[in-house]
């Protein structure tokens, strides 16, 4: 089975904020693929299938309960419930460093600032675990990054992120059927033209 984990604040006050995009993201996929989200545990979890029906995938979709700086419990938590290793993991959440929009799947790698990352690494103790990335943007100068990420997305953006958070949906889809290098090929477009990594 395939673990799922949208990262963000728990309350209705965060949930428009650019810090849970990655719950957003699964928000939508759970939508999209009729599998609906109950409480258990430390977070809110479904279970299912997608793909084709001679060849399905079985996928457990999780948002955790927990502030952003304490995900790694609720995803210890869940592996185990689960009975499922880090390997098996995806996590979805936001990204200071890329624009509005642009979506990035890793197979793992440091926290890079990312307080709910960094909790999940630090519990893990492995990094062994794929993520994807939906850029945020970084605030104006002077703009505190703690204050930028707890605030809803500005209005110019929002067209964007609705957008993104649809094809976060598709690239998790990809990633789940066909494997995270066709994935990371189809939707990692802008790396190879800015030269990252």
Known sequence: MQVIVGLGNPGEQYARTRHNV????????????????????????GTGRIGLPDKPVEIALAIPHSWMNQSGAAVAELLARLGCVPQELVVVHDDLDMEPGRLRIKRDGGAGGHNGLLSILTTLETDQFSRLKVGIGRPVPGVDPADY????????????IDSSVDQAVLALECLMVEGIDTAMNKFNVHDKQEGDE
């Open 22 to 45: 990655g719950a957003r993201v699964l928000e939508r996929a759970s939508a999209r693929w009729s599998i609906p989200l109950q409480p258990a545990g430390s977070a809110r979890l």
């Open 149 to 160: 990420v707890l605030e809803p997305f500005a209005q110019d953006e929002t067209a964007v």
